[in-house]
């Protein structure tokens, strides 16, 4: 069997990243959630108080990310992922993050069957080829009402009208810019979870999966993975 390479896209707070994660459990893959990286220039911008319009900051900052700094808590903090959005669009920092995740596509770890990636132009741009692609989905008022849940278990006050403006405005950047715009790959398999628990989204993913990699070694699927 050759490598396995599934390419996973979606607006935010589809459950793409959970899938992505559970599948790379399940098939033994190396796993990057592309939209870290993201965030990381986005932490480093903050943290050395540089401004969002200096186009040349963030590319110095794009420039300087290394896998280390995808492990800082603090690149899940809702404030790091909206500011995520608005450097995104600079063409320069998608090249530079673009070559940081085909390097990682193209070094797979000793023992793995392939390699996942998750973000919003995977199946596009960064993986075109992959024979895997998935597109996850769900209605805006699905995805702010999991975004709600999840900010008010980490004790974060919020409602759900400012989170729904939230989502829809993330959706419109990740949508609207000229370079690499949020949209599914001829070729992916569009995955709507609005009405599904993450078992059932498990399943049907898996289902395509194996369409594509019907040799692939599989792990037993526990949702408390």
Avoid: W
């Avoid at 607006?11 to 098939?27: D, Q, V």
């Avoid at 590319?59 to 899940?76: E, G, M, N, W």
């Amino acid at each position: 069997m050759s490598s396995m390479i599934i390419a996973i896209d979606g607006p935010a707070g589809a459950g793409k990243g959970t899938l992505a994660r559970h599948l790379a459990h399940i098939y033994h893959l190396d796993h990057l959630d592309t939209g870290l990286l993201y965030r990381a220039v986005a932490l480093k911008m903050v943290e050395e108080d540089e401004d969002f319009a200096d186009k040349e900051a963030a590319i110095r900052k794009a420039s300087s990310v290394k896998a280390t700094d995808l492990k800082s808590p603090s690149l899940r903090d809702e404030a790091i992922g909206n500011l995520a959005s608005e450097i995104a669009p600079y063409p320069e920092v998608r090249a530079i993050l673009l070559n940081f995740q085909r390097n990682f596509a193209e070094h797979m770890s000793h023992g793995k069957q392939g390699i996942i990636l998750d973000g919003r132009d995977i199946g596009l741009v960064v993986l075109p080829d992959a024979p895997c692609k998935i597109y996850v989905t769900a209605s805006p008022r699905i995805r702010a009402k999991r975004r709600l849940k999840e900010l008010q278990q980490k004790g974060i006050e919020s409602i759900y009208e400012a989170t729904l403006d939230d989502i829809k405005a993330r959706d419109a950047r990740d949508r609207g810019r000229k370079v690499s715009p949020l949209r599914p790959a001829k070729d992916a398999f569009i995955l709507d979870t609005s009405e599904l628990g993450i078992d059932d989204v498990v399943e049907k993913a898996c289902l395509f999966v194996d369409s594509k990699y019907p040799e692939a070694q599989k792990n037993a699927y526990s949702p408390s993975e």
